[in-house]
């Protein structure tokens, strides 16, 4: 071979070679674009945020376990995969109404941060609310009611609570009456008495009752009853009613 055709083999070997490092450099770069996407529950060694739709892993299944102690519904699949996925949104924008931070569905710090203390020790109720076959156990932080029945959470329901300066109270009480149509007379002697259907009273005029107004507006700043337990889906106040005796165990924290 002459020197010239030397030469040119070799150019030719070194764009040959130039080109193959670029085609097989082109994915890894593609990778590290990506890296922020949690995907690989072997690579997630720490809580990385935002947390949003297609991340998936460990710190997934742990929002996703938090947002179902606080009552709110995941797909079996995206929990069993770790998967944040149009279920695991749509919870995350519900724990952002209930808590009045933008509903954007992803999880930035600050929601990150209320979950996590609304949520507090997953699974672990307080001592009294095992007490007895069949409790409701409120917690005011978390805006839930628990229905535990012989030790185990049967049904978590939102409510909410009374406004500043009606404050529902903390403590220890039993069912006193069940009124199935009950009525309150808040507004005045001269107006409309107020529905407060499938009422459980518990401590003097309070009771945990459907709120057909917190039915329609949900929860906002400010909001509230006047100290009794609002619950805003009729289903599940008539669940609630249907499950609890007289003199059935409440206890609010």
């Not at 710090?109 to 307080?126: A, C, D, F, H, Q």
């Given at each position: 071979m002459s020197v010239w055709g030397r030469v040119l083999a070799s150019a030719s070997a070194v764009v040959?070679?130039?080109?193959?490092?670029?085609?097989?450099?082109?994915?890894?770069?593609?990778?590290?674009?990506?890296?922020?996407?949690?995907?690989?529950?072997?690579?997630?060694?720490?809580?990385?945020?935002?947390?949003?739709?297609?991340?998936?892993?460990?710190?997934?299944?742990?929002?996703?376990?938090?947002?179902?102690?606080?009552?709110f519904p995941i797909a079996w699949r995206e929990r069993v995969e770790g998967k944040f996925g149009p279920s695991t949104t749509r919870a995350v924008q519900s724990v952002q109404s209930t808590y009045f931070l933008p509903q954007d569905g992803k999880v930035d710090?600050?929601?990150?941060?209320?979950?996590?203390?609304?949520?507090?020790?997953?699974?672990?109720?307080?001592?009294?609310?095992?007490?007895?076959?069949?409790t409701l156990c409120i917690d005011k932080t978390a805006k839930v009611i628990r229905y535990v029945r012989n030790g185990k959470v049967d049904r978590t329901v939102h409510v909410r609570f009374g406004v500043p300066g009606l404050d529902t109270p903390t403590g220890t009480h039993r069912i006193w009456f069940r009124w199935r149509d009950a009525t309150s007379g808040i507004n005045g002697p001269d107006e409309p008495r107020a529905p407060m259907p499938f009422a459980l009273f518990f401590n003097g005029d309070i009771a945990v009752h459907y709120s057909p107004t917190f039915a329609a507006t949900g929860y906002y700043p400010g909001g509230g009853s006047h100290g009794c337990v609002?619950?805003?889906?009729?289903?599940?106040?008539?669940?609630?009613?249907?499950?609890?005796?007289?003199?059935?165990?409440?206890?609010?924290?």
């Open positions: 040959m070679a130039v080109s193959l490092t670029a085609a097989v450099s082109a994915p890894a770069q593609a990778a590290v674009d990506n890296s922020h996407r949690q995907e690989n529950p072997a690579r997630q060694a720490k809580l990385t945020l935002p947390m949003e739709e297609r991340d998936r892993g460990r710190f997934v299944r742990i929002l996703q376990e938090r947002m179902v102690w606080l009552g710090r600050r929601t990150w941060r209320m979950i996590r203390n609304v949520s507090g020790e997953v699974g672990v109720l307080p001592r009294v609310c095992l007490s007895e076959a069949k609002n619950v805003a889906d009729r289903n599940d106040a008539i669940y609630l009613f249907n499950q609890m005796p007289l003199r059935g165990l409440v206890h609010v924290y």
